[in-house]
């Protein structure tokens, strides 16, 4: 049986351990830096910056979800963002990614939520397929940009 239940302060290790099997998947594990004590303050804290959910098939961890609130200024209203979205390999094909998709869907639609957003990696052809399948719109025509590490240093140093 499948159930799926937003994550706790207990859940830190275990949303460590799953974000880093994500990134392996990824094939981005080497820049997973991530650790329970961010995790805890980040997630748990005082000024939570992120929601989490945790899938179960059976009472084993199946996956899990994180995602945050964004704001559109066009539509005058926040959205979700899907940050994560992840299924163990031996529970994939059974609804697990749907139910979560499903399941941070409601949460966006009962909050009033004008949207939900994800990025997914142009490699990744299941996952695509996956979120075509579930009707979701490809926006082709925006091209995500990022600042991180030394460019993010340079430009915020610029602003002294």
């Known amino acids: 049986m499948l159930s799926i239940r937003s994550a706790t302060k207990e859940d830190a290790a275990l949303l460590t351990v799953l974000i880093h099997e994500l990134a392996d998947y990824d094939r981005l594990g080497h820049e997973a830096g991530v650790t329970e004590e961010d995790i805890l303050r980040d997630g748990f804290g005082p000024a939570a910056k992120f929601r989490a959910v945790i899938a179960e098939s059976d009472g084993k961890v199946a996956g899990y979800a994180v995602f945050f609130e964004f704001y ?38 009962k909050e009033e939520y004008f949207s939900m957003r994800w990025e997914v990696l142009e490699w990744n052809t299941p996952a695509i397929d996956f979120y075509r399948k579930l009707g979701a719109v490809f926006l082709d025509e925006w091209k995500a940009a990022c600042l991180i590490g030394d460019a993010l240093q340079a430009v915020a140093e610029a602003d002294t």
């Open 72 to 109: 559109s200024t066009f539509q005058g209203r926040a959205g979700l963002f899907l940050d994560d979205i992840f299924v163990r390999p031996q529970f994939r094909k059974q609804g697990v990614g749907k139910a979560l998709v499903a399941h941070v869907a409601g949460i966006a639609w």
